[in-house]
């Protein structure tokens, strides 16, 4: 699908004109164009990349290839940038999907193989300024307000993000079982990861078009997207303290595991100690000897009784007071 707003004199002039005037709307002096292609079909690629707009074939196959990273490449006419959006029409939290930007002197292009719900708010509200009532617009300040919208879209995964480490964190102070533990961990873990590995390369790109030595970025602009650069940092920042936190969690864990280890072996060694002295007493009391002088007395069998309940109950004792029992 092919999404057109035409302004001329930096004024809004009207929406999704034919596609064969393009051409002579592109030519005419003072008209600038916004042209999105959402999901678009082979014959829409072709001819607004290849026959309107006449791009390098290495941006055509970028465009309609999957790109790996962020990357932002300058040619004599534009600039190219591939961006990557978060995808919230699939599970995955982190799905992203890739957003090519080509901007020129009096041109954007935007071109995303999926639509994508934060291109349509900000066509919509470019679209809804009407005839006559757009203040001073530009192909970058176009830019500006899709790559900060990128960037809003991002709030609703942090959010989920928040919520998933503090859930993690009543489980680690909780009695959860490593079993149910460590895929929590290892999930949100990766997930972190993810998101800085897609954040860092991306507030690479606005840094590099804030420098302002692009050609295709007004000084206008500029201080705005300084303040992009500055909302990607924010983002990678929030998820390497994030990803400390964890780890610090993961550290509590441990320890409260190993002290909790350490309690049991207490206790087991406590109740192996309470058994000395029946062992010690009734061992040497119970050999089968032909004569025994200290047995020969009535009150013997009642006096080592005593003495092996006087020796548990004084040990019993001292390891309560040592703490473990």
């Not at 970025?217 to 924010?234: G, N, Q």
């Not at 119970?286 to 025994?292: K, L, Q």
């Not at 020969?296 to 109950?313: C, E, I, K």
């Amino acid at each position: 699908m092919i999404t057109t707003l035409v302004y001329r004199d930096h004024r809004f002039l009207q929406q999704n004109p034919p596609l064969e005037s393009l051409a002579a709307l592109r030519a005419e002096p003072g008209v600038m164009l916004w042209i999105d292609l959402s999901a678009p079909t082979p014959e829409e690629t072709s001819a607004i990349l290849e026959q309107l707009f006449a791009l390098h074939p290495v941006v055509v196959e970028d465009c309609t290839t999957d790109s790996p990273f962020p990357k932002i490449d300058a040619f004599d006419d534009y600039l190219h940038l591939v961006m990557h959006a978060v995808d919230y029409s699939k599970t995955d939290k982190f799905t992203t999907t890739d957003i090519d930007l080509i901007l020129g002197k009096t041109f954007l292009l935007t071109f995303h193989r999926q639509p994508l719900r934060l291109v349509q708010q900000v066509l919509e509200r470019h679209a809804r300024s009407g005839p006559g009532i757009a203040p001073v617009r530009g192909p970058d300040r176009f830019a500006h307000s899709l790559l900060d919208q990128l960037v809003e879209a991002y709030k609703p995964a942090l959010d989920e993000l928040r919520a998933d480490l503090e859930a993690v964190e009543v489980s680690i102070l909780g009695q959860t079982s490593p079993q149910e533990l460590f895929p929590q961990i290892v999930a949100l873990r990766k997930d972190l990861a993810t998101l800085r590995q897609i954040v860092r390369p991306q507030r690479a790109v606005a840094v590099e078009l804030a420098s302002g030595k692009t050609g295709f970025v007004r000084p206008v602009v500029v201080p705005y997207l300084r303040d992009l650069a500055e909302d990607f940092a924010r983002i990678e920042s929030q998820a390497a303290a994030w990803g400390e936190q964890l780890i610090l969690g993961f550290r509590v864990y441990l320890n409260k595991s190993s002290h909790q280890a350490n309690e049991g072996i207490k206790v087991l060694t406590g109740l192996t100690a309470l058994t000395m002295p029946p062992i010690l007493i009734g061992g040497w009391f119970g050999m089968n000897f032909a004569r025994m002088p200290e047995l020969a007395a009535p009150w013997a069998y009642p006096a080592a009784a005593f003495l092996t309940l006087a020796a548990t109950g004084s040990l019993f004792v001292f390891l309560r007071r040592r703490r473990w029992l």
